[in-house]
């Protein structure tokens, strides 16, 4: 079976971040729950932090530079997104909102989505389902059904004993997994290459042909 490709968004603003630490741990358990399913998996990880600059400056322009068309183009071509971005105001950040924002608005069409979210509190937790989950129901991805909130006490020892921070990881990752093996493996094209616009098996030939009458 064909090797996969996740890509990682976190929108973490400190370093090291608790954002980043969520993401890390949903990728490592979706890969785990992959192998468990004879697929093996390899992660992009995309700190939006390190491109706010170019984020800015793309919806100033409309022109991504070329680290941030980097980090686009491996979510475009990614099997699957796990999304995670710090809770700020009840709602998903800024920085966060704003790569979406530079995305193609059909990039993300029949995408698997896991989504993350991480706060100091766990009132904060609803924020998923309300805010962050129609916004990647507006773009027509597949969100998993279980989102991740982790609360700052999750990283201690006060968490949640009765649904543990690892218990709703595995959770929502033995879902992406489940998801992305539904689906056949992404494949890029090359722009380049007549069959990706006139397709499989037809060149210019046929084109100049098909214009000629013959």
């Known amino acids: 079976m064909a090797a996969r490709r996740i890509a990682v968004v976190s929108a973490g603003l400190s370093n090291p971040s608790s954002t980043r630490m969520l993401a890390d741990k949903l990728a490592a358990e979706t890969v785990s729950q ?5 697929i093996e998996a390899s992660v992009d990880v995309i700190e939006l932090r390190d491109l706010a600059h170019d984020i800015t400056n793309n919806l100033l322009t409309g022109f991504a530079p070329a680290e941030l068309e ?11 997104l796990i999304a995670v971005t710090p809770i700020f105001s009840t709602s998903y950040s800024g920085l966060f909102k704003s790569f979406i924002d530079v995305l193609d608005p059909d990039a993300l069409t029949g995408k698997p989505v896991l989504i993350g979210a991480n706060a100091g509190t766990a009132r904060h937790s609803l924020a ?7 916004l990647f129901a507006y773009l027509h991805a597949e969100a998993v059904s279980t989102g991740v909130f982790a609360a700052s006490s999750d990283w201690g020892g006060s968490g949640d004993d009765v649904a543990p921070l690892s218990r709703r990881v595995e959770k929502g990752a033995r879902e992406l997994a489940e998801a992305i093996t539904r689906k056949d493996a992404v494949t890029s094209n090359d722009p380049f290459d007549p069959a990706s616009y006139l397709g499989e098996g037809r060149s210019f030939g046929h084109l100049l042909g098909g214009l000629s009458g013959e």
């Open 34 to 38: 992959l192998a468990e399913r004879g």
């Open 70 to 80: 980097s980090a686009i183009n491996s979510v475009y071509s990614a099997d699957a």
């Open 128 to 134: 998923i389902d309300y805010a962050i989950r129609p």
